[in-house]
């Protein structure tokens, strides 16, 4: 199992990003990236794709390695064909949970990672990594305007992430964390998880966060 869970990408801290190129184990080059995304009107004017495509030209993965995929279609046999690493991307967790499973793709990134493949996620990507979703109603991440009743993620991971980690919300994650069963860790912008097999890092730079459960090895 392989995943690397993150904030925010690479772009605050680079070691995230070789720290991504070593767990895929091939040459820049020859990474393929499915990059899941929420239907997007202007895909390439987005200023948050705008910002990933340059933090994957800073590792040196051309840019027409990278498939975008949309969630508004169930998957084709072949989308997945030849793929190195299943990217979910950032937004509504509610919404990229649900279209998710609407979509048959939990089932295949479940299948994907059992047989060796990466999966990357960035903010809400990580989340629905993770057993449930239930944090991203912490801190008002995120409004669940589709009304979305099961919470549970795609379970690829023993514990809950909450990203965009600031001071201002630590009262506010350790209360939520109480009540949750899951052992919880807040990223800030430049930090990540990697997770290979059974082990379990926290990488980039400053003071890991931990709430409700044991501390993990860090970089």
């Known amino acids: ?6 904030s925010a990408g690479w772009g605050e801290s680079p070691v995230i990003g070789q720290k991504f190129l070593k767990l895929v184990g091939k040459k820049p ?3 393929r990236i499915f990059l899941v995304v929420t239907p997007i009107k202007y895909l390439k004017r ?3 794709i705008l910002n990933q495509l340059l933090q994957f030209k800073g590792i040196k993965i051309p840019e027409k390695n990278i498939t ?3 969630l508004d279609r169930k998957l084709a046999p072949d989308d997945l064909k030849n793929i190195d690493v299943v990217f979910v991307f950032g937004g ?6 649900d279209r998710i499973k609407k979509t048959g793709l939990d089932k295949i990134i479940k299948s994907f990672v059992k047989k060796g493949g990466v999966y990357l996620g960035l903010s809400a990507g990580s989340y629905v990594a993770c057993p449930t979703i239930e944090m991203a109603t912490w801190k008002n991440a995120d ?9 549970k993620g795609l379970d690829i991971v023993p514990f809950l992430v909450t990203a965009h980690f600031e001071e201002k919300w630590r009262e506010v994650i350790e209360q939520s964390a109480k009540k949750t069963k899951y052992q919880t860790i807040a990223l800030t912008d430049k930090q990540a998880i990697l997770v290979k097999g059974k082990s379990i890092k926290i990488i980039g730079s400053g003071k890991k966060n931990i709430f409700n459960g044991k501390k993990y090895q860090s970089n």
């Open 1 to 6: 199992m392989k995943l690397l869970l993150t």
């Open 29 to 31: 080059s020859e990474i």
């Open 46 to 48: 987005n200023k948050y």
């Open 68 to 70: 975008f995929f949309k």
């Open 92 to 97: 509504n967790t509610f919404e990229y949970l």
């Open 143 to 151: 409004p669940n305007l589709i009304g979305l009743k099961n919470l």
